[in-house]
Structure formats: C-alpha cells, structure tokens
C-alpha cells in the first residue's frame, strides 16, 4: 500500500500487533518452519555442498531412540516405535532426503545415552540448519537452563528479544527435534504444570 501512496500500518504497528495477536504468532511459526524446509531443499539441490544424513539406534536401559546425524552434529532424535523404513519414509517426506544407515560416532552417542538416561550434556553437538531461524533462536536460548531447573516459555521469549511471542515459543519446542538433547522438558507455563505443547 505505502508503494502505492496508500497510508498503511507502520512497522512499528505492525510489530506490536504481531506480538499480541496469538494467529498472527502461529502463522509466522509456520512460515518460520517453512523457510527453513526451503532452506534444506536448497541445500539438498546443491550435490557439491549436500552431506549426507546419517542413522543409528541408540539403546539405553531408558529406552531407544533413532539418531539422525550428519558432520556438524545430531540433526534430530525420534523415540517413537517406528521402524526403520518408516523413519526413513518419514524423514524423506518431511525433509526431502535420504537417510543411510551408520555409525554414530562416539562423542554423539554418549551425549544420547546421558540425556536419554536424565544425565544432560553441557556441550550438545547438535546441527539446526535444517530449521527456521525462530526456531533455531528458541532451541538455542533452552541451552542456557541449568540442568534441574526450569524457566517458563515467557522467559524464552524474552530471551530471544520476543517477549509477547510465547505461544510462538511452546509450538517451537513442541516441534524440537532433538529433545532431550536440548532440554525443551525444562520450559513450562507460568502458572506451573508441564504445559499442552507436547
């Protein structure tokens, strides 16, 4: 509109009412998360920088889990029953690319086995290029929770400079892909309890 001459809603008004509206904050989530989708399929489409992905399974007397990784870390942990043709199929449809079966270098596997077990793993090698930059901000900021300690998604937010996005915040966690690794069991609401994100 202002192109056009039309007077319209200035950036700082459209940034206040974003950070109000709870439908404005989930449609940017999802744009967020499908930017980062775009993002691996760019890099996928580039065979000369793409790196292969990588899967393993962990078994902890906690319970088992898939592990898909590749050079830069551990790129997501699924626990559900799948098999491994199904994680395969499912991975392939929600990121476009394939999985080969490998080793999980050492390093990752312990830090797996600690956070499966409740140990935590100060250092988390993780790779979140995969996602939007929100929600990378979200994942990122959870690091900095103490292991045996909590904070609540407001606090999130206002950690990465979105205080009014807190709705925004529960649906990045909920979508984590590499819990327990990053502790997103270490967010709840204000008012206590384990919050409905997850």
């Known amino acids: 509109d202002r192109l056009e001459g039309t007077a319209g809603p200035s950036i700082e008004e459209l940034n206040r009412h974003f950070e109000t509206c709870g439908s404005c904050s989930d ?7 499908f930017a980062g989708l775009v993002q691996v399929l760019r890099t996928a489409t580039k065979s000369e920088s793409c790196e292969r992905e990588k899967l393993d399974r962990v078994t902890t ?4 889990a898939w592990v898909v990784f590749g050079d830069r870390g551990i790129r997501m942990i699924d626990r559900s029953e799948m098999s491994e043709s199904e994680l395969r199929d499912h991975y392939c449809s929600e990121r ?3 999985l080969e079966r490998s080793a999980l270098p050492d390093s990752l596997r312990q830090q797996v086995i600690d956070s499966l077990e409740g140990e935590g793993c100060p250092t988390p090698a993780v790779d979140l290029s995969g996602l939007g930059e ?10 900095n929770i103490p292991r045996g300690e909590v904070r609540p998604y407001a606090w999130v937010a206002r950690e990465i400079g979105r205080p009014r996005a807190v709705r925004a915040v529960g649906n990045a966690l909920n979508r984590n892909p590499v819990a327990p690794v ?17």
Not at 61 to 64: D, E, N, V
Not at 134 to 143: D, G, H, P, S, Y
């Open 96 to 98: 476009g690319i394939s």
């Open 134 to 143: 929100f929600e990378r901000q979200v994942l990122t900021a959870i690091v």
């Open 182 to 198: 990053l502790p997103c069991h270490r967010v709840v609401p204000t008012s206590g309890g384990i919050g409905n994100y997850a």
């Open 27 to 33: 449609s940017f989530d999802e744009l967020d998360r």
């Open 61 to 64: 007397p906690a319970g088992q």
